[in-house]
Protein backbone atom coordinates (compact mmCIF):
# COMPACT_ATOMS: atom_id res chain seq x y z
CA UNK A 1 0.00 0.00 0.00
CA UNK A 2 1.31 3.07 -1.08
CA UNK A 3 -0.99 6.22 0.87
CA UNK A 4 -0.36 9.66 -1.58
CA UNK A 5 0.15 13.26 -0.06
CA UNK A 6 -3.53 14.39 -0.96
CA UNK A 7 -3.81 18.40 -1.37
CA UNK A 8 -7.06 18.27 -2.16
CA UNK A 9 -9.06 21.20 -0.92
CA UNK A 10 -11.52 19.12 0.37
CA UNK A 11 -12.62 16.23 1.16
CA UNK A 12 -8.67 15.89 2.33
CA UNK A 13 -6.18 13.91 4.05
CA UNK A 14 -7.26 12.48 7.37
CA UNK A 15 -4.75 11.02 10.42
CA UNK A 16 -3.76 7.58 9.39
CA UNK A 17 -4.57 6.83 13.55
CA UNK A 18 -7.79 7.80 13.40
CA UNK A 19 -8.38 5.61 9.77
CA UNK A 20 -6.74 2.90 11.27
CA UNK A 21 -9.02 2.95 14.55
CA UNK A 22 -12.04 3.00 12.19
CA UNK A 23 -10.65 -0.27 10.40
CA UNK A 24 -9.82 -1.96 13.38
CA UNK A 25 -13.59 -1.23 14.76
CA UNK A 26 -15.35 -1.83 10.92
CA UNK A 27 -16.77 -5.15 11.98
CA UNK A 28 -17.10 -4.65 16.09
CA UNK A 29 -17.06 -1.14 18.27
CA UNK A 30 -15.65 -1.78 21.19
CA UNK A 31 -17.51 -4.91 22.50
CA UNK A 32 -21.03 -3.62 20.74
CA UNK A 33 -20.90 -6.96 19.04
CA UNK A 34 -21.62 -4.65 15.68
CA UNK A 35 -20.16 -1.96 13.56
CA UNK A 36 -21.26 1.68 14.14
CA UNK A 37 -23.17 1.85 11.28
CA UNK A 38 -25.35 -0.69 12.50
CA UNK A 39 -26.22 1.08 15.57
CA UNK A 40 -29.15 1.92 17.17
CA UNK A 41 -28.65 5.93 17.02
CA UNK A 42 -30.81 5.88 20.45
CA UNK A 43 -28.46 2.94 22.05
CA UNK A 44 -25.74 3.80 25.15
CA UNK A 45 -23.14 2.67 22.62
CA UNK A 46 -23.57 5.36 20.06
CA UNK A 47 -24.93 8.54 22.62
CA UNK A 48 -21.00 7.68 24.16
CA UNK A 49 -20.17 8.66 20.75
CA UNK A 50 -21.49 11.64 20.04
CA UNK A 51 -21.62 13.34 23.19
CA UNK A 52 -17.87 12.29 23.61
CA UNK A 53 -17.53 13.72 20.12
CA UNK A 54 -19.56 17.31 21.29
CA UNK A 55 -16.71 16.82 24.32
CA UNK A 56 -14.25 17.37 22.38
CA UNK A 57 -15.30 20.15 20.30
CA UNK A 58 -15.93 21.69 23.73
CA UNK A 59 -12.98 21.20 24.87
CA UNK A 60 -10.92 21.68 21.84
CA UNK A 61 -12.43 25.03 20.91
CA UNK A 62 -12.72 26.44 24.48
CA UNK A 63 -16.51 26.37 23.66
CA UNK A 64 -18.47 28.65 26.66
CA UNK A 65 -21.90 27.32 28.56
CA UNK A 66 -24.05 29.28 26.64
CA UNK A 67 -23.21 27.86 22.82
CA UNK A 68 -25.15 24.89 21.24
CA UNK A 69 -22.89 22.52 19.38
CA UNK A 70 -25.14 20.55 16.70
CA UNK A 71 -24.11 18.11 14.51
CA UNK A 72 -25.97 18.56 11.29
CA UNK A 73 -25.88 17.29 7.47
CA UNK A 74 -26.21 18.88 3.64
CA UNK A 75 -22.64 20.51 4.28
CA UNK A 76 -21.78 24.10 4.95
CA UNK A 77 -23.42 24.56 1.77
CA UNK A 78 -26.96 24.23 3.69
CA UNK A 79 -26.02 26.42 6.56
CA UNK A 80 -25.77 29.17 3.27
CA UNK A 81 -29.61 28.88 3.99
CA UNK A 82 -30.16 27.63 7.39
CA UNK A 83 -28.57 31.21 8.37
CA UNK A 84 -30.93 33.39 6.86
CA UNK A 85 -33.91 31.15 7.79
CA UNK A 86 -32.78 31.62 11.59
CA UNK A 87 -31.09 34.54 12.40
CA UNK A 88 -32.50 37.19 9.81
CA UNK A 89 -35.38 38.51 12.63
CA UNK A 90 -35.92 42.06 11.22
CA UNK A 91 -35.00 40.35 7.67
CA UNK A 92 -31.49 42.21 6.96
CA UNK A 93 -28.04 40.89 6.72
CA UNK A 94 -24.68 41.84 5.31
CA UNK A 95 -22.19 39.37 3.87
CA UNK A 96 -18.52 39.84 2.96
CA UNK A 97 -17.48 39.04 -0.33
CA UNK A 98 -14.39 37.33 0.52
CA UNK A 99 -14.73 34.59 -2.81
CA UNK A 100 -17.14 32.36 -3.94
CA UNK A 101 -18.20 30.87 -1.12
CA UNK A 102 -18.79 34.02 0.90
CA UNK A 103 -20.92 34.75 -2.78
CA UNK A 104 -23.15 31.49 -2.62
CA UNK A 105 -23.68 32.60 0.91
CA UNK A 106 -24.73 35.87 0.25
CA UNK A 107 -26.88 34.81 -2.69
CA UNK A 108 -28.44 32.17 -1.04
CA UNK A 109 -29.55 34.69 1.78
CA UNK A 110 -30.88 36.94 -1.39
CA UNK A 111 -33.90 34.54 -1.86
CA UNK A 112 -34.93 35.10 1.77
CA UNK A 113 -34.60 38.59 2.97
CA UNK A 114 -32.36 41.97 2.74
CA UNK A 115 -28.97 40.33 2.15
CA UNK A 116 -26.22 43.45 1.43
CA UNK A 117 -22.71 42.69 0.23
CA UNK A 118 -21.06 45.26 2.83
CA UNK A 119 -17.65 44.53 1.58
CA UNK A 120 -15.70 42.85 -1.34
CA UNK A 121 -12.11 41.86 -2.99
CA UNK A 122 -13.80 40.99 -6.22
CA UNK A 123 -11.96 43.78 -7.62
CA UNK A 124 -8.75 41.95 -7.27
CA UNK A 125 -9.47 38.11 -8.00
CA UNK A 126 -10.01 37.84 -4.16
CA UNK A 127 -6.46 38.01 -3.63
CA UNK A 128 -7.02 40.38 -0.49
CA UNK A 129 -9.04 40.74 2.50
CA UNK A 130 -10.79 44.08 2.78
CA UNK A 131 -10.31 45.84 5.96
CA UNK A 132 -13.68 45.86 7.96
CA UNK A 133 -14.70 48.91 9.89
CA UNK A 134 -17.96 48.71 12.21
CA UNK A 135 -19.14 52.21 10.10
CA UNK A 136 -19.58 49.69 6.87
CA UNK A 137 -22.13 47.47 8.33
CA UNK A 138 -26.30 48.94 8.79
CA UNK A 139 -26.77 48.77 12.27
CA UNK A 140 -29.95 47.65 12.88
CA UNK A 141 -28.67 44.21 10.17
CA UNK A 142 -29.11 40.88 11.91
CA UNK A 143 -26.07 39.66 11.67
CA UNK A 144 -22.75 39.94 9.58
CA UNK A 145 -21.55 36.86 7.35
CA UNK A 146 -17.71 36.05 6.51
CA UNK A 147 -16.06 33.23 5.14
CA UNK A 148 -13.19 33.09 7.79
CA UNK A 149 -10.35 31.13 5.63
CA UNK A 150 -11.26 31.46 1.62
CA UNK A 151 -10.56 27.67 0.45
CA UNK A 152 -10.09 28.63 -3.35
CA UNK A 153 -8.30 31.79 -3.11
CA UNK A 154 -5.93 31.21 -0.29
CA UNK A 155 -6.98 34.34 1.79
CA UNK A 156 -7.72 34.13 5.47
CA UNK A 157 -9.45 36.74 8.44
CA UNK A 158 -6.04 37.33 9.88
CA UNK A 159 -6.95 40.51 12.24
CA UNK A 160 -9.89 39.65 13.18
CA UNK A 161 -13.37 41.31 11.07
CA UNK A 162 -14.34 44.37 12.87
CA UNK A 163 -18.20 44.35 12.73
CA UNK A 164 -18.80 46.14 16.27
CA UNK A 165 -21.10 44.79 18.20
CA UNK A 166 -23.21 43.46 15.41
CA UNK A 167 -23.72 39.45 15.72
CA UNK A 168 -20.72 37.44 13.28
CA UNK A 169 -21.53 34.41 11.29
CA UNK A 170 -18.48 33.16 10.40
CA UNK A 171 -18.02 29.82 7.40
CA UNK A 172 -14.82 28.08 9.22
CA UNK A 173 -15.31 24.92 6.59
CA UNK A 174 -11.51 25.12 5.55
CA UNK A 175 -10.06 26.25 9.23
CA UNK A 176 -11.97 25.08 11.96
CA UNK A 177 -9.87 23.48 14.59
CA UNK A 178 -6.74 24.75 12.67
CA UNK A 179 -5.91 28.14 14.70
CA UNK A 180 -7.39 28.86 18.29
CA UNK A 181 -10.37 31.03 18.22
CA UNK A 182 -12.27 33.05 20.69
CA UNK A 183 -15.47 31.52 20.29
CA UNK A 184 -17.37 34.07 22.24
CA UNK A 185 -16.76 37.01 19.89
CA UNK A 186 -19.09 34.79 17.62
CA UNK A 187 -22.49 34.59 17.19
CA UNK A 188 -21.98 31.51 15.74
CA UNK A 189 -19.30 29.32 13.34
CA UNK A 190 -20.26 26.70 11.08
CA UNK A 191 -18.43 23.98 8.77
CA UNK A 192 -18.58 21.33 6.90
CA UNK A 193 -16.67 18.97 8.48
CA UNK A 194 -14.51 17.12 5.20
CA UNK A 195 -11.34 19.61 5.57
CA UNK A 196 -9.82 19.21 8.74
CA UNK A 197 -12.81 17.49 11.08
CA UNK A 198 -14.45 14.54 9.01
CA UNK A 199 -16.27 13.16 6.21
CA UNK A 200 -17.63 15.37 3.81
CA UNK A 201 -21.79 15.72 4.62
CA UNK A 202 -21.29 16.48 8.35
CA UNK A 203 -21.69 19.82 9.29
CA UNK A 204 -20.47 21.38 12.61
CA UNK A 205 -22.60 24.38 14.11
CA UNK A 206 -21.29 26.35 17.33
CA UNK A 207 -24.39 28.64 18.14
CA UNK A 208 -24.81 30.97 20.82
CA UNK A 209 -28.57 30.14 22.34
CA UNK A 210 -29.62 33.16 22.56
CA UNK A 211 -29.82 33.33 18.67
CA UNK A 212 -31.53 29.86 18.52
CA UNK A 213 -35.67 30.14 18.05
CA UNK A 214 -35.70 33.06 15.94
CA UNK A 215 -37.18 30.84 12.62
CA UNK A 216 -40.53 31.90 10.91
CA UNK A 217 -43.14 29.42 11.33
CA UNK A 218 -43.32 28.12 7.46
CA UNK A 219 -39.34 27.42 8.00
CA UNK A 220 -39.22 23.53 7.61
CA UNK A 221 -38.65 21.48 10.13
CA UNK A 222 -35.29 20.21 9.59
CA UNK A 223 -33.80 23.65 8.52
CA UNK A 224 -34.53 25.22 12.24
CA UNK A 225 -31.80 25.22 14.80
CA UNK A 226 -34.17 25.29 17.54
CA UNK A 227 -35.56 21.70 16.47
CA UNK A 228 -31.94 20.06 16.29
CA UNK A 229 -31.05 22.00 20.13
CA UNK A 230 -33.74 20.91 21.17
CA UNK A 231 -32.85 17.10 20.31
CA UNK A 232 -29.32 16.88 20.88
CA UNK A 233 -28.83 16.59 17.03
CA UNK A 234 -30.80 13.52 16.92
CA UNK A 235 -34.74 15.00 15.55
CA UNK A 236 -33.70 12.30 12.86
CA UNK A 237 -31.26 9.63 12.57
CA UNK A 238 -27.81 11.93 12.41
CA UNK A 239 -24.87 10.85 10.37
CA UNK A 240 -23.65 8.30 12.84
CA UNK A 241 -20.81 7.08 11.38
CA UNK A 242 -19.40 10.77 10.22
CA UNK A 243 -19.72 11.51 13.49
CA UNK A 244 -18.19 8.78 14.96
CA UNK A 245 -14.85 9.68 12.10
CA UNK A 246 -15.34 12.92 13.73
CA UNK A 247 -14.72 11.80 16.66
CA UNK A 248 -11.73 10.04 16.04
CA UNK A 249 -10.00 12.26 14.88
CA UNK A 250 -10.57 15.10 17.26
CA UNK A 251 -8.76 12.45 19.46
CA UNK A 252 -5.89 12.69 17.42
CA UNK A 253 -6.23 16.33 17.38
CA UNK A 254 -5.91 16.13 20.91
CA UNK A 255 -3.79 13.27 22.26
CA UNK A 256 -1.26 12.88 19.52
CA UNK A 257 -0.82 16.48 18.34
CA UNK A 258 -1.59 17.97 21.82
CA UNK A 259 -4.43 20.42 20.85
CA UNK A 260 -5.21 23.49 19.05
CA UNK A 261 -3.01 25.85 20.19
CA UNK A 262 -0.06 23.22 19.74
CA UNK A 263 -2.12 22.21 16.40
CA UNK A 264 -1.49 26.17 15.16
CA UNK A 265 2.44 25.72 16.00
CA UNK A 266 2.68 23.08 13.32
CA UNK A 267 0.50 24.51 10.59
CA UNK A 268 2.11 27.85 10.87
CA UNK A 269 5.54 25.79 10.55
CA UNK A 270 3.84 24.01 7.43
CA UNK A 271 2.41 27.21 5.56
CA UNK A 272 5.82 29.23 6.44
CA UNK A 273 8.47 26.49 4.93
CA UNK A 274 5.89 26.67 1.81
CA UNK A 275 5.77 30.56 1.19
CA UNK A 276 9.66 30.77 2.12
CA UNK A 277 10.03 28.66 -0.39
CA UNK A 278 7.22 30.37 -2.73
CA UNK A 279 9.23 33.70 -2.22
CA UNK A 280 12.33 32.63 -2.90
CA UNK A 281 11.70 30.65 -6.05
CA UNK A 282 11.85 32.07 -9.36
CA UNK A 283 8.99 30.09 -11.02
CA UNK A 284 6.94 29.53 -8.33
CA UNK A 285 5.10 33.05 -6.85
CA UNK A 286 1.95 33.11 -4.57
CA UNK A 287 -0.81 34.47 -5.80
CA UNK A 288 -2.29 36.77 -2.13
CA UNK A 289 -1.09 39.39 -0.22
CA UNK A 290 1.54 37.94 2.48
CA UNK A 291 -0.53 40.06 4.93
CA UNK A 292 -4.05 37.92 4.07
CA UNK A 293 -2.29 34.84 3.35
CA UNK A 294 -4.27 31.79 5.02
CA UNK A 295 -2.14 28.43 6.22
CA UNK A 296 -4.25 26.21 4.93
CA UNK A 297 -4.69 26.58 1.37
CA UNK A 298 -2.05 27.79 -0.31
CA UNK A 299 -2.43 28.89 -4.83
CA UNK A 300 0.49 29.49 -6.85
CA UNK A 301 1.49 30.07 -10.26
CA UNK A 302 4.35 29.28 -13.19
CA UNK A 303 2.76 32.06 -15.04
CA UNK A 304 2.64 29.82 -18.19
CA UNK A 305 -0.35 27.60 -18.25
CA UNK A 306 1.37 25.13 -20.21
CA UNK A 307 4.35 25.05 -17.27
CA UNK A 308 1.85 24.62 -14.19
CA UNK A 309 -0.31 21.77 -16.81
CA UNK A 310 3.22 20.06 -16.89
CA UNK A 311 3.87 20.71 -13.08
CA UNK A 312 0.20 19.23 -11.99
CA UNK A 313 0.85 15.94 -14.15
CA UNK A 314 4.40 15.25 -12.91
CA UNK A 315 3.65 16.49 -9.63
CA UNK A 316 0.85 13.87 -9.44
CA UNK A 317 2.90 11.07 -10.80
CA UNK A 318 5.47 11.64 -8.10
CA UNK A 319 2.96 11.23 -5.26
CA UNK A 320 1.75 14.95 -4.97
CA UNK A 321 -2.11 14.41 -5.69
CA UNK A 322 -5.27 17.82 -6.33
CA UNK A 323 -2.07 20.50 -6.90
CA UNK A 324 -4.76 21.73 -9.92
CA UNK A 325 -6.00 25.14 -8.83
CA UNK A 326 -9.37 25.50 -8.70
CA UNK A 327 -11.02 26.13 -12.06
CA UNK A 328 -11.90 29.38 -11.48
CA UNK A 329 -8.22 30.91 -10.17
CA UNK A 330 -6.26 28.45 -12.39
CA UNK A 331 -2.29 27.59 -11.52
CA UNK A 332 -2.17 25.30 -8.29
CA UNK A 333 -3.30 25.09 -5.09
CA UNK A 334 -1.95 23.38 -2.36
CA UNK A 335 -3.73 22.54 0.44
CA UNK A 336 -2.60 21.63 4.00
CA UNK A 337 -4.88 20.64 6.46
CA UNK A 338 -4.21 19.61 9.88
CA UNK A 339 -3.60 16.19 8.63
CA UNK A 340 -1.32 16.75 5.99
CA UNK A 341 2.35 15.63 7.86
CA UNK A 342 5.33 17.95 7.98
CA UNK A 343 7.08 15.69 5.73
CA UNK A 344 4.64 15.99 2.48
CA UNK A 345 5.06 19.37 3.02
CA UNK A 346 9.18 19.06 2.93
CA UNK A 347 8.66 16.52 0.19
CA UNK A 348 6.73 18.57 -1.75
CA UNK A 349 8.91 21.63 -1.56
CA UNK A 350 11.85 19.34 -2.62
CA UNK A 351 9.93 18.48 -5.48
CA UNK A 352 8.97 21.85 -6.66
CA UNK A 353 12.87 23.04 -6.10
CA UNK A 354 14.35 20.03 -8.59
CA UNK A 355 11.16 20.68 -10.91
CA UNK A 356 12.26 24.32 -10.85
CA UNK A 357 15.79 23.19 -12.02
CA UNK A 358 14.94 21.05 -14.98
CA UNK A 359 12.35 23.41 -16.09
CA UNK A 360 13.72 27.01 -15.33
C1 LIG B 1 -15.83 23.48 1.12
C2 LIG B 1 -16.44 24.74 1.57
C3 LIG B 1 -17.83 24.94 1.54
C4 LIG B 1 -18.79 23.93 0.97
O1 LIG B 1 -18.90 22.86 1.77
P1 LIG B 1 -19.95 21.68 1.45
O2 LIG B 1 -19.81 20.82 2.64
O3 LIG B 1 -19.49 21.04 0.18
O4 LIG B 1 -21.28 22.30 1.29
C5 LIG B 1 -18.33 26.12 2.04
N1 LIG B 1 -17.52 27.07 2.55
C6 LIG B 1 -16.18 26.91 2.58
C7 LIG B 1 -15.32 27.98 3.15
C8 LIG B 1 -15.60 25.75 2.09
O5 LIG B 1 -14.27 25.59 2.13
Known amino acids: MARVYNFSAGPSMMPEKALKRAAEEMLECGSSGQSVMEMSHRSKEYEAIITGCEALVRELLNVPDNYKVLFLQGGASTQFAMVPLNLMKTGKADYVITGQWAKKAYQEALKFGDAKAAASSADKT ?7 TPDMFRADADYVHVCYNN ?8 TFPNVGDLPLVADMSSCIMSEPVDVSKFAMI ?15 VIIREDLIGGAKENVPTMLNYQIHADNGSMYNTPPTYSIYMCK ?3 EWLKDDMGGVAQMHKVNLHKAKMFYDYLDSSSMFKGTVVPKDRSIMNIPFVTGNEEMDKLFVKESKEAGFWNLKGHRTVGGMRASIYNAMPVEGVEKLIDF ?7 NG
Open 126 to 132: FTYIPEL
Open 151 to 158: TIYGTHYN
Open 190 to 204: YAGAQKNIGPAGLTV
Open 248 to 250: LIL
Open 352 to 358: MKDFEKR
